[in-house]
């Protein structure tokens, strides 16, 4: 057995150190120059420092399923201290970031893309130097690090990154999200000793380093306590041309202001704190036909092809449906406490619903332990039903989130006895150890197929997705507790039907396709692929198999259309699959390589590989010194701060309380009742 | 007349409701720590699966005494408000009581932490494993926080005991935002007797 620690309930110690200067109680921090600035200090103490303020104006153009994105960082230095600013923020998981400028004043800077030490080494030179410099490095493939030296007292600058990425098709529609919170997450493990805190610039977040998080202080940046308000503005627009008659654009998780500007065209524009990932999601008109995109952009040596294909439901099923056996995983950590919880409780409830008296099932819920309702799968009778109903009813969040064991448990206790296994896992991914979960899930996978559903405001994408494409099943995202039912509804269908698989791809040309192997598809869902062809000429050909029913799609490749930036998302999808090969046992260094080879060629951020822009303009002057500070995030909404170890526990029963109020009632009512006696008599 | 001779009554029955709520709570946590002790000490004689009573859902984890105030209370896991209204609770996610790291322990001030504010620097506290395991630590300082500072937490690797209970001690109402920390050191260990 493996002793595991985990840091949950200290997770929060970085808003130990912080507060707001306007009115501020604490004697030790310096005078406040003005209100609502940031003051932070190291989780050991030490000087007070002024973070700079940021503001965020994003920008998504929407052609058909391409995204193209520019995020504006501004950063306000309201001290009379030279600072250098660290913002840990998340992107969609499947970003492909290639560009970085910075404004200074009337210059702009472009930054350039270097391995990732090469580029750190860059930065820390230029910053050392006195320049203005501006660093993006990714940290996990949804969560990024910009850092920004040398922004002189009252000066404002502006940090530019732009990313390239491909929506999917699913159910019925495009789904666009843009996360704007990284989530505290569970960090487990032991610490690695000894630590010590350097500073509060990047790498001192909350966590320390462990034996299976040995970038945890990389990923989790403090958090700002909610009784100060929300922090970091965001103003967001979306130019949707969506390239089909629009039936339905809404947005679950934000009040929006949509302005119709043709029947396939919308603009979209948010203003709020960046507490929650903002989701748009639109339908165009119902039709019959099998929906296609093929989008191609030309490079050296020939193009690169972009292809999603949506191919029709299945026929009425002409096969009995095979009985289930289903596992549900349920979160009930801390992070998961509020309206998360309601809403895991409530997609449980739903999905219960959906079983038939053949099907097995069985629920785990799990925090830092982990517990199985029954010993074993049952089947799903109506008293067994109605155990699990009480069971879900009664589930409450708190506690760190150890998922090994609970993912382990599910994968392994197959029964046996039906002919389909699938594990349905709910949860928010609030985790920094994905790595080692993929690699469980690689291990003890078998004949089981794994289904994610992400719950609440801030869901770990790079989890959610990465689960399930390990798990060969699908996921799904529940923003609204008023959409349970539906996306729910989505995902047993995908359950019960039966899969497009063995799915082959012919080119006449000679093609690098990326994944080499398409994955099995579920209904509702598109086939995507991006390939490097020699030239656009000949056909593109789709077999595969549903439930014994063939399969075919083909279409000519000059059909397609001139899209921007698809060579980017080409290599994005080309780095994804080789570092996946990682995990499943290719040579580390070799993976790097190419890796690196891919992401310079493409101007691409990668795990290896960083922008950095450098104002060759010397700006702070020598004998003036650097502070240092972390940008803290707000905490993801709905979340409860005492639940992720944001406050000491509460520890004074209500007993003395109600001894004084109960005696002084005794004694009034008393009193009261003598004092009518004297009256009688 | 009337009104005031039953509102006189209702004053009465209220308040003996209360006062009722009001000893059930420590009445319960006392109680609750001696089954606890008899299970503990079952487990201590190898019987895993001790529970202090049939529906317990809590696991004890380790024992505290503190020599000088003839304190001994069991700590059960987690620091939750279920699992302290029956004895002080160990904060998941700390190192567990006894070993190498920061164990953080949380009680409420009215019950079974309320010898807290009797502890004084150099005073002795023990930490009994359910191995029987003894670790020997000293208190160094006890200080008062807000709720939001969480500096009594962190994790140096060094065996260090912590712990939190609500301020000021004498106050009625739940819900105050101080907390009172005491700061032991690992002292040494010792091994205990069956």
Not at chain 1, 3 to 30: E, I, K, N
Not at chain 1, 179 to 197: C, D, E, N, W
């Amino acid at each position: 057995m493996r002793s595991r620690t985990g840091a949950w309930a200290f997770l929060l110690s970085g808003w130990m150190g912080m507060g707001l200067v306007a009115g501020s109680p604490a004697a030790a921090l310096p005078e406040a120059p003005g209100s609502g600035a940031l003051f932070v200090r190291g989780p050991n103490g030490g000087a007070w420092s002024m973070a700079p303020t940021l503001e965020t104006d994003v920008a998504l153009a929407v052609t058909g399923p391409l995204v193209r994105a520019r995020v504006v960082q501004r950063f306000y230095n309201a001290s009379d201290q030279w600072l250098e600013g660290v913002y840990v923020f998340p992107l969609p998981e499947s970003a492909a970031v290639d560009h970085l400028d910075m404004t200074v004043g009337d210059r702009v800077i472009e930054g350039q893309i270097e391995e990732r030490e090469a580029a750190k080494r860059i930065y820390e030179r230029a910053r050392s130097a006195g320049h203005k410099t501006a660093l993006i490095e990714q940290e996990r493939p949804n969560v990024f690090t910009t850092s920004l030296a040398n922004i002189g007292p009252g000066e404002e600058i502006e940090v530019a990154i732009e990313y390239q990425e491909v929506l999917r098709w699913d159910d019925a529609g495009f789904r666009l999200s843009f996360p704007l919170v990284v989530g505290p997450r569970y960090i487990p493990g032991a610490p690695i000793v000894p630590a010590t805190h350097a500073g509060t610039g990047a790498g001192a977040g909350w966590a320390r380093a462990t034996d299976v998080v040995p970038d945890a202080p990389r990923i989790t940046p403090w958090v700002s306590h909610p009784q100060d308000g929300p922090i970091h503005p965001v103003r967001l627009r979306v130019e949707l041309d969506a390239g089909l008659p629009l039936a339905l654009v809404e947005s679950p998780s934000h009040v929006v202001a949509i302005e119709k500007l043709g029947s396939g065209r919308r603009r979209v524009v948010m203003g709020d704190y960046a507490d929650r990932d903002f989701v748009l999601e639109w339908r165009p008109e119902p039709s019959e036909e099998t929906r296609t995109a093929i989008f191609s952009e030309a490079a050296p040596g020939g193009a690169h092809v972009l292809l999603m294909v949506m191919p029709p439901a299945a026929q009425e099923a002409k096969q009995p449906r095979l009985d289930r056996e289903v596992v549900f995983v349920v979160d009930v950590s801390g992070s998961m406490s509020g309206p998360s919880i309601e809403q895991a409780r409530r997609a449980l409830l739903f999905a219960l619903g959906r079983l038939d008296p053949t099907d097995r099932f069985n629920i785990v819920r799990f925090n830092h332990e982990t517990h199985a309702l029954f010993e074993g799968a049952v089947l799903a009778g109506a008293d067994a039903l109605e155990t699990a109903r009480h069971f879900v009813e009664t589930l409450h969040a708190d506690g760190g989130t150890e998922m090994l064991p609970a993912l382990e448990l599910a994968l392994g206790a197959d029964t046996g006895l039906a002919p389909v296994r699938q594990v349905v896992f709910v949860t928010d991914g609030s985790v920094g150890n994905e790595q080692e979960l993929f690699g469980a899930i690689d291990r003890s996978l078998g004949r089981s197929r794994l289904f994610t559903v992400g719950i609440g405001s801030a869901p770990n994408g790079h989890f959610m997705s990465g689960a399930a494409k390990r798990g060969r099943g699908t996921h799904t995202y529940i923003v609204n507790p008023a959409e349970t039912d539906q996306k729910m509804g989505a995902l047993f269908r995908k359950l019960e039907q039966p899969v497009l698989a063995d799915l082959e791809v012919d080119w006449d040309e000679a093609a690098e396709m990326w994944p080499v192997r398409v994955p099995d598809l579920y209904v509702g869902e598109p086939i995507v692929l991006a390939a490097k062809v020699e030239r656009i000429h000949g056909e593109v050909a789709i077999r595969g198999r549903r439930a014994g029913d063939p399969f075919e799609w083909s279409q000519p490749l000059e059909v397609g259309e001139a899209g921007r930036g698809i060579g980017v998302l080409w290599a994005r999808r080309k780095i994804a699959s080789l570092l996946e090969s990682q995990g499943r046992g290719a040579d580390v260094s070799a993976v790097r390589a190419a890796v690196v080879a891919v992401a310079l060629d493409h101007h691409l951020v990668s795990k290896f590989t960083s922008l950095v822009a450098v104002d060759v303009t010397p700006t702070r002057p020598a004998a003036e010194g650097l502070s240092q500070s972390a940008l803290p995030t707000n905490l993801p909404a709905g979340w409860n701060a005492a639940k992720v170890g944001g406050v000491l526990p509460a520890t004074a029963t209500p007993g003395p309380w109600l001894r004084t109020l109960g005696l002084a009632l005794l004694v009034l009512g008393t009193l009261l009742l003598i004092r009518k006696r004297f009256a009688i008599s | 007349m009337r009104g005031r001779s039953w509102l006189g009554l209702a004053a009465v029955v209220l308040g003996l409701g209360l006062l009722a709520q009001g000893v059930w709570i420590p009445a319960k946590a006392a109680a609750a720590q001696v089954l606890l002790d008899r299970a503990w000490e079952r487990t201590r004689s190898g019987d895993e699966r001790a529970r202090p009573w049939p529906w317990a859902d809590h696991r004890p984890v380790a024992r505290i005494r503190v020599p000088r105030l003839e304190v001994s209370v069991i700590v059960l896991e987690g620091a939750t408000g279920a699992s302290l209204a029956f004895g002080p609770g160990h904060l998941a996610g700390s190192a567990p009581p006894g070993a190498p790291g920061n164990a953080v322990i949380a009680g409420h001030r009215d019950t079974h932490f309320a010898f807290l504010r009797e502890l004084r620097a150099g005073d002795t506290i023990w930490i009994e494993r359910p191995t029987g395991a003894l670790r020997h630590y000293a208190v160094k300082a006890t200080t008062v926080v807000d709720e939001r500072d969480l500096s009594p937490l962190a994790e140096s690797g060094e065996a260090v005991l912590t712990l939190i209970t609500c301020f000021p001690f004498d106050a009625k109402a739940p819900g105050g935002p101080e907390r009172y920390v005491v700061r032991a050191e690992g002292a040494g260990a010792g091994v205990g007797l069956r």
